[in-house]
């Protein structure tokens, strides 16, 4: 006689069999987590807390993500996605305009709101934490070093790419965060003309 769990992975509460058919449960627990890891940091951050922000069971984030470090990793891919488009967009371009271009493209992202916040949380959680470092610093790797380093063809590549890398993180720490002026200030195609020829220069010169 069936008691009404037969279809019921074992180990999952019924509440978030419910919920896990919802279209956008998987997004919610996403966006509570890089919530939760932007107000109280990786090493504070907790699966319970996430789930709760997402009002779904604990259980559930465990059944999408598995540990917290896997959360934060799904929620740094999340947030880095939109600059996932920029080894393809220098690749495709003239070398010679990389530079622009490089910090054209990141520019555009953390003055879009939509986009900067969830970067802000990833960054502060990294500059706080070894595992949260850990894993920003291998998709950065992954994603971006390695593919714009493949191509530029010099001995010293991948350090090329880093210091340019550099150059935009330590120019967005000052202007979103720090928030220095009068570079917190300075109008993005200001900031793109002044910082251009820089990067051009780390990745070609």
Do not use: C
């Amino acid at each position: 006689m069936s008691d009404g769990r037969a279809g019921r992975r074992r180990g999952r509460p019924a509440s978030a069999e419910r919920v896990a058919g919802e279209p956008d449960a998987r997004e919610r627990i996403l966006s509570s987590a890089r919530t939760e890891f932007a107000e109280r940091g990786y090493d504070k951050a907790s699966v319970r807390a996430i789930a709760r922000g997402a009002e779904v069971d604990a259980a559930l984030v465990h059944h999408y993500f598995g540990t917290k470090e896997q959360v934060f990793t799904a929620a740094v891919e999340g947030a880095f996605a939109p600059a996932m488009g920029l080894p393809d967009l220098l690749l495709s371009g003239s070398r010679e305009e990389w530079g622009e271009q490089l910090v054209g493209y990141i520019v555009r992202i953390w003055e879009n709101a939509l986009t900067r916040e969830p970067l802000l949380a990833i960054v502060r959680s990294a500059m706080n934490n070894e595992t949260a470092a850990a894993i920003f610093r291998a998709l950065v790797t992954r994603r971006m070093v390695n593919r714009v380093a493949a191509k530029l063809d010099v001995p010293d590549a991948k350090l090329r790419v880093e210091l340019a890398i550099a150059q935009m993180v330590g120019t967005a720490m000052l202007r979103y965060v720090i928030k220095l002026e009068p570079l917190a200030s300075m109008p993005p195609e200001e900031l793109v003309e002044r910082l251009g020829p820089v990067v051009q220069r780390h990745l070609t010169g």
